[in-house]
């Protein structure tokens, strides 16, 4: 009997609310906000523009204006005060800013502006969609969250924003494209597949985001990249403009995202590079594999319905331990990359609603997502490389707000990341558990670390004095979250 494959994919997401209500609905920011601008900011590289202190500087026109304001944002982010003029000028470059801290407006905006400048006006005249910026990202959630900034920062203009990613119908998608496509928003897959189907053009192209960069460029997802730079009609990076972003660079993803980058693009590193947001309380419990489900327990009594996110290693601990809490009589859902899209957006629905204040998630969910009251993420195991612990905690303390983080380390399993812990945790003024600094100073096998943890290496004049040492992180081959790696896209 002939194999008839996987089953056709017929999901089609629910339609988006066009009250203006909901497409601006925001958090507030939080009491450290303002502490942002005490972060010291490098620029390196040749004739960086100068930064901008207010919205008004970035003189973006009226209708971006009132949507910047209707999204409560008063005043820019570091990241927003430096990127924002960098890309304006349209220079390359690779920005680094800790989590929470406004990576997504601070592309957007300026290429918007630039798009509204260029009188850019979407039309569903055409079979061939020719976008003029085109943003990846390495997850389903996170690209339809820049999607949902980007459409409310574009609200009322003719610049129409498109997502395309994996797990939903692909007429639907094209569809959807074929309706007018400016900004492209997609997964690696998918959007490779609608390239490849024809139905997009590149030869417009002005605009190429990698957001989460270090991870677009990694072992798992660096093919694809190649294979999006090197389609058919994709502009040379001398011809377009090549923007990345991340909280997290480890030195070898820096050598080699130049090769996707001009020679005179700039690096912007607010704050340490690969560092935690300092307004994530950490706390890490020693503990062994037999009592962790006690302890999740004794957390989760203290958080009460407060949004928790627990980090687990494997889809199948994810459904295990999902199932061990529902049967506990705590409310909790789980997204992992077996569940189907359907599942996945409707868990991430129960748990943004509070439906389910708790959601237990592997790495799919560890990167960029920006949802409301998370208070609490808790490892319930620990990543096994330190930027992908950096990015979990990230999904607190945001925007200013202040969070709390509870991982669970088995000195039989997570031994290899004690000492760039006990790095992260001092570079973001943390108090570092004495076992911890003992586990770290005898362990075997994690060279190169400096107990300083100040001096810095530089790969390129550009970045001379500004990069910490990666002494202490993992290869590359390591970065890509964990033990389940189809667990992406
Ligand atoms: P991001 O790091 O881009 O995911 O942004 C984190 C959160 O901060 C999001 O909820 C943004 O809407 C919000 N945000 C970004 N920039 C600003 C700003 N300048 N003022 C207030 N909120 C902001």
New binding site residues.
């Given amino acids: 009997m002939e194999n008839a494959g996987p089953p056709k994919v017929t999901y089609v997401p629910p339609a988006l609310s066009e009250e203006e209500d909901s497409i601006f609905a ?2 507030e ?1 939080g009491i450290n ?1 303002d502490k942002y601008d005490n972060i010291l900011v490098d620029v390196s590289g040749s004739n960086p523009p100068k930064a901008i202190m207010t919205f008004q500087e970035a003189a973006l026109c009226d209708t971006l204006n009132r949507n910047v304001s209707k ?7 570091p990241v ?1 005060k430096h990127g924002i003029p960098i890309i304006a000028a349209g220079r390359d470059l690779m920005a680094c800013a800790q ?7 601070a592309f957007l905006l300026p290429i918007l502006q630039k798009l509204m400048a260029d009188g850019v006006a979407a039309s569903q005249f055409s079979e061939l969609q020719e976008p003029e910026a085109i943003i990846v990202a390495p997850t389903r959630e996170l690209i339809n969250q820049i999607y949902m ?1 980007a459409r409310k920062f574009a609200h009322g203009t003719c610049v129409r924003p498109v997502v395309v990613y994996g797990g939903i119908s692909t007429g639907y998608t094209i569809r959807e494209v074929l309706k007018g496509c400016n900004v492209l928003c997609g997964t690696p897959g998918r959007l490779l597949d609608i390239i490849g189907r024809g139905k997009v053009g590149l030869s417009k192209l002005k605009y190429l985001v990698l957001d989460e960069a270090d991870r677009m460029l990694d072992m798992g997802f660096e093919p694809d990249m190649r294979k999006l730079v090197g389609s058919p009609g994709m502009p040379s990076k001398e011809q377009r403009q090549t923007l990345l972003f991340s909280a997290t660079y480890p030195e070898d993803i820096q050598r080699l995202a130049a090769d996707f980058l001009k020679t005179d693009y700039l690096f912007l590193a607010v704050g340490v590079v690969g560092g935690a947001c300092s307004d994530v309380e950490q706390v890490v419990l020693q503990v062994d594999k037999f009592s962790k489900r006690q302890q999740l327990l004794d957390v989760l009594k203290t958080t009460g319905t407060d949004r928790t996110m627990v980090f687990v290693e494997t889809k199948r601990q994810a459904d295990f331990i999902a199932t061990f809490l529902c049967q506990e009589k705590v409310s909790t859902t789980s997204i992992h990359g077996d569940r189907e899209q359907r599942e996945r957006e409707q868990a991430l629905s129960d748990f943004r609603t509070g439906k389910c204040p708790v959601l237990v998630a592997t790495s799919v969910a560890a990167r ?1 997502l ?1 949802i409301d009251h998370v208070q609490h993420v808790v490892n319930f195991d620990l990543p096994n490389n330190i930027d992908e612990y950096v990015h979990r905690i990230g999904r607190t303390g ?2 200013g707000n202040t969070g709390r983080a509870v991982s669970f380390f088995d000195p039989q399993n997570d031994i290899q990341l004690a000492r760039s812990m006990v790095k992260v945790l001092s570079g973001a003024q943390q108090e570092v558990p004495s076992w911890l600094e003992e586990l770290a100073f005898s362990a075997h096998g994690t060279s190169g670390f400096n107990p300083r943890g100040s001096t810095f290496a530089s790969t390129d004049s550009r970045k001379g004095g500004s990069f910490p040492s990666e002494a202490s992180r993992q290869p590359a081959a390591q970065t890509t979250g964990g033990g389940d790696d189809d667990d992406w896209e």
């Fill in positions: 925001h958090y920011s906000f999204s409560g944002y008063v005043k820019p982010t927003q989590t929470g801290s406004g990576k997504t407006a900034e960029g920006d945001r925007c």
